[in-house]
């Protein structure tokens, strides 16, 4: 499955963002989906997940309460809406797609398909 990302941008402290990733090749609806996300100068980390069929998500606590994923497998479309942005959310995120059978997974090795990531700044 191909991943294209989108939504990135430059947003002040407080914000809002939505990412979008569009899913090609294969039956979306097969994958749970994923963003994570790289800060400069830091290893990648595990952001959130959503099931098959969307009725499961997982946050990392970082931000929860703050971060909502939703999926629409008609359009092959996974969503991050972003609010309340802080600085240290500044990163490359990154949408991923894994065909394991568990939507809690937090290691990358766990998704098989990334796409190549939107850049996303958050200015103090």
């Known amino acids: 499955v191909q991943l294209q990302a989108s939504g990135g941008g430059l947003v002040q402290a407080g914000g809002s963002l939505r990412l979008s990733c569009a899913a090609s090749?294969?039956?979306?609806?097969?994958?749970?989906m994923g963003w994570f996300r790289q800060a400069p100068g830091k290893e990648r980390e595990f952001v959130t997940s959503?099931?098959?069929?969307?009725?499961?998500?997982y946050y990392a606590d970082s931000v929860k309460g703050r971060f909502t994923i939703a999926r629409d497998n008609a359009k092959n479309t996974v969503y991050l809406q972003m609010n309340s942005l802080k600085p240290e959310d500044t990163a490359v995120y990154y949408c991923v797609a894994g065909i394991g059978n568990s939507y809690s997974f937090t290691n990358a090795r766990d998704y098989d398909y990334w796409g190549q990531g939107t850049l996303v700044t958050v200015s103090s």
């Open positions: 959503i099931s098959r069929s969307g009725s499961g998500t």
């Open positions: 090749g294969r039956t979306f609806s097969n994958y749970v």
